[in-house]
Every structure is written in C-alpha cells, then in structure tokens.
T-cell receptor, first 110, second 114 residues
Framework: KNEVEQSPQNLTAQEGEFITINCSYS?????LHWLQQHPGGGIVSLFM???GKKKHGRLIATINIQEKHSSLHITASHPRDSAVYIC????????????FGKGTHLIIQP | DAGITQSPRYKITETGRQVTLMCHQT?????MFWYRQDLGHGLRLIYY???????DKGEVPDGYVVSRSKTENFPLTLESATRSQTSVYFC?????????????FGSGTRLTVV
C-alpha cells in the first residue's frame, strides 16, 4: 500500500505570500492528484499530473517522479485560498488504487 | 444542475439503526465511489462501482452495503449503525478507473451515530 505524507499539516500565512505544500509517496505511481476542500466541506479536483508541471491561475503543481515527491504552490495568496489541500497518489491497478494524504490546512490572513 | 448530489447533508441516528445515504450523479460516469473522512486519516474508500450491478469492496467495507441498480444512483447503507461509523461520507464519480479526466465529489453527508 502506498504511504502518502503531506507537509506541513497546518500553515498560516499572510495575504500575498508564496505558499508551498509538499506531498511524498512511497511507491511508484501512475498519477498524482491535488484536491481542495473548502471550509463548507466540498472537495474539488485541482490537478492530475504524472510528470512535470501544471499551472492553473495562481496554482502550480509539480512532480518529481524519481524523488516520489510533488508540490503545490500558490502565488500571491489570498484569504479565499484558505482551505484544506489534499494530495492523492494513484498507484495504478484500477479504481481502488488511490491513496489520500491527510491534508494540509491552509489559512491565509488578510 | 449537473453534478453529484448527496442526501441528507446531516444525519443523526441511534446505534443499531439502519441508515441509507443517497448519491445521485448526472454525468453518466461509469465509476462511483464512497469514501469516509475522519480526523487523523485521509479519505478512505468504502466501496466502489464500475458500472450498474458491479460493485467492489474498498479499504474499509465492514458494516456497509451498497447497490447500483441504475448508473446514476449509488446508495450506501449502514445495516446497524455503530458509533465508530460517525464520520463525513463523500460520494464521488469518475469517467474512468484511471481518473484521467479527474473526478467529481459530492458535498458530503455528516453522519453522527449516538
């Protein structure tokens, strides 16, 4: 079973700061997902990546397959970015192959 | 509006009672999933379904039953609720088993067993 670790568990930052959330996994994967869970509880899929880098607005996700590590960056952070960010590693083998991290609770203060 | 609808949003039930959580999707996705989310754990897969009438166990299936008679519905039943089943339950759907096109979550059901 893949072990997925996220760091930090909690992060409080000031508006405008550059944010980095890290995700490491123990077993080779076919894809890595980043999700966002808002305070109201809804979960949104942000990125799926298997190599390199993806960018959407102020969000950037990178992955290093050799090092089994992915990062989620937020540029020019804003209070509305406050949420729990979850990474999930897909080890392949089918629909039950996703292992989720415990999440990083991000608070952006104005 | 298209998407996944879970009901109820909140539920309080007593130990030993049967409870059914509903999940309805309008995407016509083949795959549907039930997860539970607890403090100190990542999302954990309870059951999933690849198509109507095809279901399979996930990581934590004990005490739960699912069915999928129609593609769009995937109800989760707790046959005899226990306090350890107090959790937030999420339904999700995906077009493929590899999640190539991402996947969609419902808003969650917060279940409290007293």
């Amino acid at each position: 079973k893949n072990e997925v670790e996220q760091s930090p568990q909690n992060l409080t930052a000031q508006e405008g700061e550059f944010i980095t959330i890290n995700c490491s996994y123990s077993v080779g994967i076919s894809a890595l997902h980043w999700l966002q869970q808002h305070p109201g509880g809804g979960i949104v899929s942000l990125f799926m990546l298997s190599s390199g880098k993806k960018k959407h607005g102020r969000l950037i996700a990178t992955i290093n397959i050799q090092e089994k590590h992915s990062s989620l960056h937020i540029t020019a952070s804003h209070p509305r970015d406050s949420a729990v960010y979850i990474c999930a590693a897909h080890s392949g083998g089918g629909a039950d192959g996703l292992t989720f991290g415990k999440g990083t609770h991000l608070i952006i203060q104005p | 509006d298209a998407g996944i609808t879970q009901s109820p949003r909140y539920k309080i039930t007593e130990t030993g009672r049967q409870v059914t959580l509903m999940c309805h999707q309008t995407w016509s996705h083949s795959y549907m999933f039930w997860y539970r989310q607890d403090l100190g754990h990542g999302l954990r897969l309870i059951y999933y379904s690849a198509a109507a009438d095809i279901t399979d166990k996930g990581e934590v299936p004990d005490g739960y039953v699912v069915s999928r008679s129609k593609t769009e519905n995937f109800p989760l039943t707790l046959e005899s609720a226990t306090r350890s089943q107090t959790s937030v339950y999420f339904c999700a759907s995906s077009e493929s088993s590899t999640f190539t096109y991402g996947y969609t979550f419902g808003s969650g059901t917060r279940l409290t067993v007293v």
